[in-house]
């Protein structure tokens, strides 16, 4: 069965464009022009991804993408998200407001369906390992749950991707190349300011499990089961 694509955008000829390309491409698609449209349409159909505009009529992108993230029904939905701004900052708005990976208008259709190909295959490539913990974290790699001290955690792919690798080298120092290479694959070039973003938002939904997860200053992050001293920055 072919996967579905939700294309959220304002722009009729850009959406047109992306329907045309991605059912090409062997997708089932289906268009919403604005926020709200979108949040009805995602939790009518919950489609296997979402290409997300960032600038939208009624609610942005950036909001939709945070109610989406706030709903256990779309939680663990890829979203691709779109925006005309070049400004970094624009970037790491969207990754902390959920986005799987991000595309800067122009951009060309190859270059998109490949970033949505590569966060498809992520999606479905989770091995089915069972249960991880360390502490009060619990983390469940063939239902994709997360908790806290039996308290439902919800993570965006890359981040529930991020504590799995912390949670399976626990102890250990990974490198930012390392983290990013088992959360988005291979050959995908991101910026350390990247990888801290995802990690700081990880430290805000685990709460008082915060501290489990140490920033080692010019290597990485690592987890540990109790508050260990370290040569740290955060």
């Excluded at 022009?33 to 009805?40: I, P, Q, S, T």
């Excluded at 939208?56 to 989406?68: D, I, T």
């Excluded at 694959?185 to 140490?214: C, F, N, W, Y």
Aim: glycine share 8%; aromatic share 2%; proline share 3%.
């Amino acid at each position: 069965m072919s996967k579905h694509i939700l294309i959220v955008d304002d722009e009729a000829d850009l959406a047109e464009m992306l329907v045309l390309n991605l059912e090409r491409a062997g997708y089932t698609t289906s268009v919403a022009h604005d926020g709200r449209e979108a949040l009805a349409e995602a939790y009518r159909s919950t489609p296997d991804l979402i290409v997300l505009d960032v600038m939208l009529p009624v609610l942005s992108g950036v909001e939709v993408a945070g109610r989406l993230r706030a709903n256990p029904e779309t939680a663990s939905v890829p979203i691709v998200m779109l925006t005309a701004r070049t400004d970094e900052s624009d970037e790491l708005v969207g990754l902390t407001a959920g986005a799987d990976d991000y595309v800067t208008k122009p951009f060309s259709m190859k270059l998109l369906i490949a970033r949505i190909e590569a966060v498809l295959r992520r999606s479905s490539g989770e091995s089915a390992s069972g249960l991880l913990r360390a502490g009060a974290i619990e983390l469940n790699t063939e239902t994709y749950e997360v908790g806290v001290g039996g308290e439902a955690v919800q993570l965006t792919l890359t981040e529930f991707r991020l504590l799995r690798t912390l949670l399976a080298e626990s102890g250990k120092v990974l490198s930012r190349r390392k983290l990013m290479a088992e959360a988005m694959g291979p050959g995908v070039r991101v910026t350390e300011r990247t990888i801290d973003v995802h990690l700081t938002a990880i430290r805000k939904k685990l709460g008082r499990a915060s501290e489990m997860v140490q920033t080692v200053r010019g290597v990485g992050y690592r987890l540990v089961e109790e508050n260990s001293p370290v040569d740290s920055d955060g």
